[in-house]
């Protein structure tokens, strides 16, 4: 069975163009035999933006209606603070357990990893191995306590094992951190869906925040809850359905073996790399050791997702619902990045574009790099025509048996996706010398990009719907525990002891709503990292260490007391501030078990250097 590189003709493409805003969006179609491929031509022809089908709107629309109106409907009988702020604690084990994932799983998840796939393979997978022995561990050691002091946030506990001042700068902490990964969690979908649609970005972010902020202020943690149950399933059907779509726009001939042969040829089907290297962000030992001390500070800290399985209706629900997340999330992680390499098997055989940020390509126009960058679009097409010749040989290697043909044909290969991606490396540059105030990065444009140029219409209505609900889930949660963490740890303890519950349930609410606002305006001046799932994890490695460090301390070092820790988790916070922003960010995960490390060990030197002073 041999490898070809056409589309059926009975299948045709259909693609509506619009103008929006600036620009239109053409693709060529172009014929042999009676056969095609679809070809993305140059800039003029590319444009910049895509405007989508009625139908496509009236799905997208519908969805996102069907969730707000699900959200205040389970929450309609919230009446007091401590049910807008730790729900009604009367959640199953299945609810937990979507609530949790759907937490964690941002827009970013299915914008950015599929990206992650596509340039990368799947070693990013290893990054949530250490999420089934953190779950265990929570289960065992810590969800026992906050189930027995029934806390209403995770840093309740901490005033009753230390202080106040404990709580405070733990609350703090948390606040930083989250507020800045919440303004990602806008920021990462609203950047890319304004730069494809021509959207200001304002107001795209406005967009993100506005629904959430609606159902959330109006139900509280309940409505978190139950919005992020119906936003899962639909995250869910939607990744399978990605998948499923993508493996359909392969050619005749082309299946799920086969795709993943070519994948492997490749160099992208790796998923365990056992060497170690202290800058390697994705292995094995960092996946195992660095990663699970992210996840005891992020699933056994963060109010966030504490909130989640807080609102269970008893222990074992919480358990379940835990264990539930670190059962499956690795199997989901792994579906997302094989759609990003399914869809880079798709663009073996269709041309794809050489930048995937179109808003970037068009902004090459007109400048002294335009005729540099078409050189480059050029090189990339005769690289197309290439590796064409090498798939043939590459079936017919497979086909036959014969193993030197097929270990030529991948040598070939790798040699020239290194020279894509050289020429990818080099369109970047131009892009960044042409408009300055641009990010170069265009990894989080891929998946995307294959959704509005490659998906049937109504399917790309369904598919974006699925990205605003992870964004919407994740928003959510952080907006409630932000919220939550204010009223409860802060304002509660600190300014406003002593009022009356419907006191405090206003105040639940317009917290709800500042921090909305807060972390909209923030986003609008957030830049770009590398990638967008690695800015979340970095931004998270910067105190998460501390974090759980202070809770371990609090859990396991019965005989270290309140101002020892303090001063050790201040400590521990500027040499972590240093050691990343002064000295390396490549190995941020690292930053989670050292932090936690030095929290304990200074906490322990200080307690005894206090006692004996």
């Given at each position: 069975m041999g490898l070809v590189y056409f589309h059926r003709a009975d299948r045709p493409y259909y693609l509506f163009v619009f103008q929006v805003i600036v620009s239109n969006v053409f693709i060529k179609r172009h014929s042999f035999a009676g056969k095609y491929f679809i070809k993305n031509t140059g800039p003029g022809e590319r444009g910049d933006h895509i405007l989508m089908q009625t139908l496509d709107w009236i799905v997208l629309v519908g969805t996102l209606g069907l969730i707000v109106i699900y959200g205040l409907w389970k929450s309609r009988?919230?009446?007091?603070?401590?049910?807008?702020?730790?729900?009604?604690?009367?959640?199953p084990w299945w609810t937990i357990g979507l609530s949790i994932m759907a937490t964690q799983a941002s827009a970013i998840t299915f914008l950015s990893t599929p990206g992650q796939g596509y340039s990368d393979g799947m070693q990013f997978v290893q990054y949530y191995f250490g999420m089934p022995?953190?779950?265990?561990?929570l289960c065992v050691f810590v969800l026992?306590?906050?189930?027995?002091?029934?806390?209403?946030?995770?840093?309740?506990?901490?005033?009753?094992?230390?202080?106040?001042?404990?709580?405070?700068?733990?609350?703090?902490?948390?606040?930083i951190q989250r507020g800045m990964a919440a303004a990602i969690s806008i920021y990462a979908p609203s950047i890319i869906l304004s730069a494809v649609f021509g959207w200001n970005l304002a107001f795209t972010n406005f967009l993100m925040a506005v629904f959430v902020v609606i159902y959330t202020t109006t139900g509280g943690s309940a409505a978190v809850s139950r919005t992020q149950e119906l936003q899962m399933t639909i995250m869910l059907g939607g990744l399978v359905l990605a998948f499923i779509l993508v493996l359909q726009k392969l050619p005749p001939g082309i299946g799920l073996p086969e795709a993943w042969q070519i994948a492997d040829a490749s160099g992208k089907t790796q998923i365990l790399d056992w060497s170690f290297d202290w800058n390697d962000r994705y292995n094995v030992w960092s996946g195992v050791l660095g990663a699970t001390f992210l996840f005891l500070s992020y699933f056994g800290t963060d109010q966030s997702q504490v909130g989640r399985y807080l609102s269970g209706k008893s222990l074992n629900e919480s358990r379940f619902g835990l264990l539930f997340n670190?059962?499956?999330?690795?199997?989901?992680?792994?579906?997302?990045?094989?759609?990003?390499?399914?869809?880079?098997?798709?663009?073996?055989f269709n041309q794809s574009p050489l930048?995937?940020?179109?808003?970037?390509?068009?902004?090459?126009?007109?400048?002294?790099?335009?005729?540099?960058?078409?050189?480059?679009?050029?090189?990339?097409?005769?690289l197309f025509v290439q590796k064409k010749a090498v798939l043939d040989d590459l079936a017919t290697g497979l086909k036959t048996g014969d193993t030197a043909l097929s270990d030529k044909a991948r040598g070939d290969l790798q040699n020239l996706e290194k020279q894509r991606n050289d020429l990818r490396q080099q369109a970047s540059g131009l892009v960044k010398v042409a408009a300055p105030a641009a990010d170069p990065n265009d990894k989080d444009y891929i998946f995307i990009n294959f959704i509005l140029n490659h998906i049937p219409t109504g399917l790309i209505g369904l598919m974006l719907a699925m990205i605003f609900c992870a964004s919407w889930s994740t928003t959510a949660s952080e907006i409630s525990a932000l919220a939550a963490t204010s009223v409860s740890d802060v304002y509660r303890r600190s300014f406003m002891p002593g009022r009356d519950d419907n006191h405090y349930f206003r105040v639940s609410k317009l917290a709800t709503v500042i921090w909305g606002g807060i972390i909209t305006v923030f986003a609008i001046y957030f830049d770009l990292f590398d990638?967008?799932?690695?800015?979340?994890n970095m931004i998270g490695s910067i105190f998460y260490g501390t974090i759980l460090g202070i809770f371990f301390t609090a859990f396991f070092l019965k005989q270290v007391g309140g101002k020892a820790v303090f001063w050790a988790a201040v400590s521990t916070q500027a040499i972590i501030l240093w050691l990343f922003f002064g000295v390396s960010k490549d190995p941020f995960l690292w930053y989670n078990p050292l932090g936690c490390g030095l929290v304990m060990g200074l906490g322990w030197i200080f307690e005894k250097l206090l006692k004996r002073s």
């Open positions: 009988n919230i009446d007091s603070s401590e049910n807008f702020l730790a729900g009604k604690r009367d959640l022995i953190a779950m265990i561990f026992p306590v906050y189930y027995r002091l029934r806390v209403t946030t995770a840093y309740e506990y901490l005033e009753q094992r230390f202080d106040l001042r404990m709580r405070t700068l733990t609350a703090v902490l948390f606040l670190g059962f499956v999330k690795i199997p989901m992680q792994f579906l997302v990045l094989s759609v990003g390499v399914m869809v880079f098997v798709f663009y073996q930048h995937f940020n179109q808003a970037n390509r068009a902004k090459v126009e007109g400048t002294g790099q335009e005729a540099a960058f078409r050189q480059l679009e050029g090189r990339a097409d005769e990638n967008l799932i690695q800015a979340v």
